[in-house]
């Protein structure tokens, strides 16, 4: 079961795309008009990873893949991702969980 919010994580890409819940996973039709690549991730709130597989009606459904991303490991995916956005002082950045570091993306997504 995921744990929003959560994030996907782009295979070869630094930018990531924020999802708040699980009715904005459901209803938002552009995250299902998306091809994924198979190496793209969701990644949810405790660092859970699913692959983001197809399904014969044409939705997306997020399968576990029994793996989890580290706190060190999230720190450097943000900052690349505000790196790549355009955000200066990308080296200070810290955050204390994996819930933390999604919902900061989150909050710079809407300003």
């Not at 690349?80 to 969980?97: L, N, P, T, Y």
């Amino acid at each position: 079961m995921i744990k929003w919010p959560a994030i996907i994580k782009y295979h070869g890409d630094s930018e990531l795309t924020y999802i708040s819940s699980g009715s904005e996973w459901e209803t938002d039709h552009d995250l299902h008009a998306v091809v994924y690549d198979a190496d793209d991730r969701l990644i949810d709130s405790d660092g859970a990873l699913f692959s983001l597989e197809e399904t014969e009606d044409r939705l997306v459904m997020p399968r576990p893949v029994e793996a989890y991303f580290e706190l060190e490991e999230m720190v450097d995916l943000i900052r690349a991702h505000f790196s790549s956005i355009g955000e200066c002082c990308v080296s200070k950045f810290s955050i204390g969980s994996i819930a933390e570091g999604i919902t900061t993306v989150g909050q710079f997504e809407e300003s």
